[in-house]
Nanobody, 116 residues
Framework: QVQLVESGGDLVQAGGSLRLSCALS??????????MGWFRQAPGKQREVVAG??????TNYLDSVQGRFTISTDYDKTLYLQMNSLNAEDTAVYYC?????????WGQGTQVTVSI
């Protein structure tokens, strides 16, 4: 079973940037994952997918973050989310997840707060 730990969340001014990291307890080489991704949940809202990446490197993004956020991985033990031009609507708890062997694993989340 793989464990995920997010980091990098912070309070940032609108227009600023943050880089989130998600550290895996196992190397990606040790299991066959299908997808990895970042989700977020703002207060009073449902969790939504922000960005995803497949084992083959294909990426997809929520429309509102397209062009501002970039998902990447070292294909070893870390998943990243580079977030630029942040705005107040990006304020949320951000979670990383990985889908492998039919199971989905989640981290505990990291808080991103964007001040106007």
């Amino acid at each position: 079973q793989v464990q995920l730990v997010e980091s990098g969340g912070d309070l940032v001014q609108a227009g600023g940037s943050l880089r989130l990291s998600c550290a895996l307890s196992l190397s990606m080489h040790s299991f066959n994952f299908e997808h990895m991704g970042w989700f977020r949940q703002a207060p009073g809202k449902q969790r939504e997918v922000v960005a995803g990446i497949t084992k083959g490197g294909s990426t997809n993004y929520l429309d509102s973050v397209q062009g501002r956020f970039t998902i990447s991985t070292d294909y070893d033990k870390t998943l990243y989310l580079q977030m630029n031009s942040l705005n107040a609507e990006d304020t949320a708890v951000y979670y990383c997840c990985i889908i492998t062997g039919g199971s989905t694993y989640w981290g505990q989340g990291t808080q991103v707060t964007v001040s106007i």
